[in-house]
């Protein structure tokens, strides 16, 4: 490259057109998946750590994905908000096919069949302890687990989801899941792994929504969920659920795990995708919300920041916001 002054970088950045011409990453609604978490009564409910996000009664679910869908948003994530009497010990209702997860991707699907539809595997919506296996001894265990996980699997894709999320963090469960899943005749329906999942304490405000938080009490995930501090262990946990036959991998957290994102999309150049998770939109919103910072700004530059850094898509409870400006640009 030529040196100054025959070189100017600063010569594209001098109009609109022309630092438009030359921008190298884009973000889309197509980029976007959002999160849904879906209230056991027939009202509304708010999330006081998670500003603009409601838990959405299953009567006003279709109007909001008529909203995901006319914004082109692509897929839309459901999290169950699973009344504090139906949780177990052994998560039972995990496997209940009428539960709330499957009685609202029955009736997504059958409003919207054009959507897709990606569902949580794990037992933290569910269980009594709030952890995302089976407990023995006051340690999740991982087989007896991984049998569970796998039967989930297979009724959230009979109530017709298109894209299962095994979220737990369990060795070895991509495999057995994607077997039971070709077995049950569900050979179409793809696997995104939360492959390198840390244990962070950036999921304050989901736990909230969905209830978990007090069941899981001062108990943490740090025997399943990997120590923020490693970044080799991402590569063989990914490496890992490729092998065992995922279809897209996921990093999670994502602002402060960027260089994970990166590397791994360098590395393995496979579909991969990060959670936004609920902390980091809880802090942009607070500071938005005191006039520190501008919300549509930072949510669009956080976005594109994740683009740019290797993501093929972008888990958000911006999505919806941001497919609005987007697709008024
Ligand atoms: C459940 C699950 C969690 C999140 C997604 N799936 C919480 C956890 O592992 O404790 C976090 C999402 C967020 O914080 O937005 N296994």
């Known amino acids: 490259m030529p040196h100054y002054p025959q070189s100017r970088l600063r010569r594209l950045r001098r109009w609109p057109w022309l630092r438009d011409l030359v921008q ?3 973000l889309r609604p197509t980029d976007l998946i959002w999160p849904i978490f879906i209230a056991s009564g027939s009202t509304r409910e708010s999330i006081p750590s ?6 959405i009664p299953l009567g006003e ?8 869908v006319k914004l082109g948003i692509p897929v839309v994530a459901l999290f169950p908000a699973t009344p504090a009497g139906l949780k177990s010990e052994d998560a039972a209702e995990a496997l209940n096919p009428d539960n709330l997860i499957n009685r609202a991707t029955a009736i997504i699907k059958a409003a919207y069949p054009e959507i897709g539809i990606l569902c949580d595997v794990a037992l933290d919506p569910y269980s009594s302890h709030g952890h ?9 265990v991982n087989d007896a687990t991984v049998e569970v996980l796998c039967r989930q699997a297979v009724i959230q894709a009979q109530a017709g989801c298109d894209i299962i999320a095994p979220s737990d963090m369990m060795d070895g469960r991509i495999g057995r899941i ?9 050979q179409q329906v793809s696997i ?11 999921y304050g405000p989901f736990r909230q ?5 007090a069941n899981l009490g001062a108990a943490d995930k740090k025997t399943y969920q990997m120590n923020p501090a490693n970044l080799e262990e991402a590569f063989r946990e990914v490496n890992m659920d490729i092998q065992e036959g995922a279809d897209m991998v996921m990093v999670k957290p994502g602002m402060p795990y960027l260089d994970v994102l990166c590397q791994i ?11 936004q998770v609920s902390g980091e939109f809880a802090m942009l919103k607070a500071a938005a919300a005191n006039g520190w910072l501008n919300e549509s700004a930072v949510m669009l530059e956080s976005l594109l920041a994740f683009k740019r850094a290797g993501a093929d898509g972008i888990l958000t409870y911006f999505a919806r916001d941001a497919a609005r400006i987007l697709n008024e640009l």
């Open 24 to 26: 190298e990453h884009h």
């Open 50 to 55: 998670l500003p603009g996000v409601d838990r």
């Open 61 to 68: 679910l279709v109007g909001e994905v008529a909203e995901a």
């Open 132 to 140: 995302d296996g089976l407990v023995h001894e006051g340690y999740v």
């Open 178 to 186: 994607r077997s039971a899943l070709d077995h049950a005749g569900f």
């Open 192 to 202: 995104m792994a939360y492959s390198a999942k840390y244990a962070s304490a950036f």
């Open 209 to 213: 929504a969905v209830g978990s938080s």
């Open 265 to 275: 999309k360098q590395r393995f150049q496979f579909p991969t995708f990060v959670y």
